[in-house]
């Protein structure tokens, strides 16, 4: 009898090893989010390196998770949300990359992300686009608080976009990544 216990936690043991072996380690691209104020809303993970953009995995929030797994090729690629179209620009670097992102789409422009350099550059472009915008909106709001004529309008706006393409060229030439760099010469492009 007590030869058969030790056998049958021998094979309990051998059982757990083989179990255990077979287990397969993912080295893909692991991008894990918490997604707040979106519950049941689906999100595109997509490629926009390419004219038509390429809807590359997508999934549903569910308690406020949702994580992707996959094997992708290294560039830029956006996580958007179908119900408010609100986006997220990520850089995918390499088989073994973990990105990090916690984002709120009630205060969507405010995410945090974490993994790699070149996804916290991608935020810094935008948040950088974004405090710009506001800017332009702001001269726009003096010009008729103050009835600003034309010219004084022009003018504000000519030294403030002449700041936004001395800082954004400053970014470029400081940048390591080229994707990244072009990325930010997309927003020279929107420049008001």
Known sequence: MKNYFQWRYFGFFVLIFIVGSCKSD???????CE????????????????????????????????????????????????KTNQMVFIYIRKEGDEINLRWDLKNSDHYVITGNEESKQLKKIGDFNQKSNLDFAKIDTLAVKDSLVPEKVIELKNIHREKILKETKAFIDSEKNADVAAFALNYIGAVP
């Not at 993912?26 to 894990?32: R, Y």
């Not at 997509?46 to 406020?64: C, F, G, L, M, Y």
């Open 26 to 32: 993912f080295n893909g691209t692991t991008i894990n």
């Open 35 to 82: 997604i707040l104020n979106a519950e049941n809303h689906f999100l595109l993970l997509e490629d926009v390196a390419t004219t038509q953009k390429v809807i590359v995995d997508s999934a549903q929030v569910k308690n406020k998770k949702v994580n992707f797994q996959l094997y992708i090729n290294e560039g830029i690629y956006r996580l958007r949300d179908t």
